[in-house]
């Protein structure tokens, strides 16, 4: 924080470059097919940066802006898989009817001038 609790130039870079890439990233899902049902859910766990829905299957995504796809991966380390995991499960625990939803956790890795690149099930590509 700078002085009058503005945040740092660097520090607002990153949360814009975060944004912008959430942003396309609920646009490439949609564009697969998915309804975007939350986005930046906070819960006393964490924050899950996407929540999508297609059919009975909701996807629990972490968006990672990165200049590779092995960055963006490297970047959700064991910490932050058991933060996505407890507010996904948080998340889906109060949801009615939430027996019949399939649940998956996914990286979305926002990269210079490609497309996203969608890895589904982060715990099983790691």
């Given at each position: 924080?700078?002085?009058?609790?503005?945040?740092?130039?660097?520090?607002?870079?990153?949360?814009?470059?975060?944004?912008?890439?959430?942003?396309?990233?609920?646009?490439?899902?949609?564009?697969?097919?998915?309804?975007?049902?939350?986005?930046?859910?906070?819960?006393?766990?964490?924050?899950?940066?996407?929540?999508?829905?297609?059919?009975?299957?909701?996807?629990?995504?972490?968006?990672?802006?990165?200049?590779?796809?092995?960055?963006?991966?490297?970047a959700v380390g064991p910490h932050?898989?058991?933060?996505?995991?407890?507010?996904?499960?948080?998340?889906?625990?109060?949801?009615?009817?939430?027996?019949?939803?399939?649940?998956?956790?996914?990286?979305?890795?926002?990269?210079?001038?490609?497309?996203?690149?969608?890895?589904?099930?982060?715990?099983?590509?790691r």
């Amino acid at each position: 924080m700078t002085k009058g609790g503005a945040p740092a130039p660097k520090r607002l870079r990153a949360y814009r470059r975060g944004g912008r890439a959430e942003t396309l990233a609920c646009i490439f899902l949609m564009f697969k097919g998915f309804r975007i049902v939350a986005r930046n859910w906070k819960t006393p766990l964490g924050e899950v940066d996407i929540i999508a829905r297609r059919g009975s299957l909701i996807v629990i995504a972490e968006v990672k802006a990165r200049d590779t796809l092995e960055a963006a991966m490297e970047a959700v380390g064991p910490h932050a898989l058991r933060r996505i995991e407890a507010a996904g499960d948080l998340w889906l625990a109060r949801q009615s009817g939430s027996a019949q939803f399939s649940i998956r956790y996914d990286l979305i890795a926002v990269l210079p001038r490609k497309l996203p690149k969608h890895v589904k099930n982060i715990w099983q590509n790691r």
